[in-house]
C-alpha cells in the first residue's frame, strides 16, 4: 500500500470514527447491549453445570458467546447500514470522483469497527472476569493476543459481508431486517451458546458452514480449554478475504 493510499485510508477512517462518536446512541448501545447480555445470562440465569440442557456448561465456555454477539451483528448492521445510506445520499457518486477506491474505502471502515469491537471485547471480558471470576479463563498474555487476532479477523469477515448487504440491500431498513435474519441464526447455531450435543445429529455437520464456529471455536480453545486453536484462525482469515473481496466489488461505484 502507497503512501498515499494510507493517507486516504487514514482520512476516511477518522471520518467514520468521529461520525460513530458523535451518534451518542450508537455509542450506548454498542457497548451497553454485550453488559446486559451478560447480567441476564451470567448473573440472573446462571449457568448449571451439572443440570444439563442448555446454559449447562461453567461461565468461561460462553465467553465466546458473548464476544461472538458484538463481533456478528455489529459490523454487520453499522456497515451495511452506511453503504445503505451513502447510496441513498448519493455519496457514492461524489466518492467516485475523489481518489479513494472502494477496497480503501471499507477498509477503513473496518479499521474503525475492528477498534470499537475491540473496545466492546475488552468491556466484556473485564465483566465476565468481575461476575464469574477468572478460574474457568485461561487468560495468559499470548491466549489473549491470540483471541484478540480473532476477534480483528472476524470483525473484518462481518464487515464485509454487511458491505455485500449495504450494496445489494434497496434501503436501511432492507438492510436492518437482512442482518437480523441472517445473524440470528448464526449466532445461536455457530458452538456459542448452543453445544453441537443438543443440535440434532443430521444438522450438526452445517454447524462447520458459518463462520462464526471457527471463530467461536478458536476463542473458546484459547480463553477456556487453553488449547492451541488449530486451523481455526486460518478458515476465519480465508474467509475474511473472500468476504472482503465480495464487499469490495458489490460497493457500488456511483448510485
Known sequence: ????????????????????????????????????????????????PAGGGLFAEPPGYYLPGYLAVVVLFTP?????????????????????????????WLLAHTLVNVAIIGIASLLI?????????????ALGPTNLLLAAAFVAVAVSLFCGFGAV???????????????????LPLL???ETFVTPDLLPAWFRPAVNLSPLTYFARGVRDLTYA???????????AALAVAFF????????RTD
Open 76 to 104: 454487520l448492521s453499522r456497515v451495511g447500514s452506511t453503504v445503505a445510506r451513502y447510496r441513498e445520499g448519493n455519496r457514492f457518486e461524489k466518492l467516485a470522483t475523489t481518489p479513494l477506491t472502494r477496497a480503501e
Open 165 to 183: 448487504l449495504g450494496g445489494l440491500a434497496g434501503s436501511r431498513d432492507g438492510v436492518i431486517a437482512a442482518s437480523n435474519t441472517i445473524a
Open 1 to 48: 500500500m502507497s503512501v498515499a493510499s494510507v493517507g486516504r485510508v487514514r482520512a476516511e477512517a477518522t471520518a467514520a470514527w468521529h461520525a460513530f462518536v458523535r451518534r451518542r446512541t450508537a455509542v450506548f448501545f454498542t457497548f451497553f447491549f454485550p453488559v446486559i447480555l451478560i447480567l441476564i445470562f451470567a448473573v440472573l440465569v446462571g449457568t448449571n
Open 125 to 137: 471480558l473485564g465483566l465476565m472476569a468481575l461476575v464469574t471470576g477468572t478460574a474457568s479463563l
Open 226 to 236: 487453553g488449547a492451541p486453536f488449530g486451523d481455526d484462525l486460518l478458515v476465519l
Open 245 to 252: 473481496a465480495a464487499g469490495t466489488v458489490t460497493i457500488p
Open 188 to 190: 445461536f447455531l455457530s
